[in-house]
């Protein structure tokens, strides 16, 4: 199924319509339109709450330096972890 969208300039046509004629056809597709209008941006509004809502995935480094934090309450030597963690700086996010 193939998605046909009016264009601005199409809407604009049947303003002029509406103001010249003052077709009752006219001014219902231009109450649609804007019936439209407000459902799309409510569901604009509705897929960025959902996406907010989403946990963003840990990058790789981050879940490097949790693990190193983890390792080192372990009781790992710390100069290892020293050098890793240095290694870890260097590194791109």
């Known amino acids: 199924m ?3 969208k009016a264009t601005s300039d199409q809407w604009a046509q049947v303003q002029k319509c509406a103001d010249v004629v ?3 056809d006219c001014s219902a597709i231009l109450e649609l339109c804007a019936r ?3 459902l799309e941006d409510a569901a ?3 897929d960025d709450l959902r996406a907010a ?3 963003k995935p840990s990058s790789l480094k981050g879940k490097a ?3 190193i934090d983890k390792i080192e309450r372990s009781g790992y030597p710390t100069d290892d972890l020293y050098t890793l963690r ?3 700086e260097q ?3």
């Open 2 to 4: 193939t998605d046909y």
């Open 22 to 24: 003052g077709s009752a």
């Open 36 to 38: 439209v209008k407000v």
């Open 44 to 46: 604009q509004k509705h």
């Open 53 to 55: 809502r989403r946990p």
């Open 65 to 67: 330096y949790a693990a």
């Open 86 to 88: 240095r290694a870890l």
């Open 91 to 93: 590194l791109d996010d």
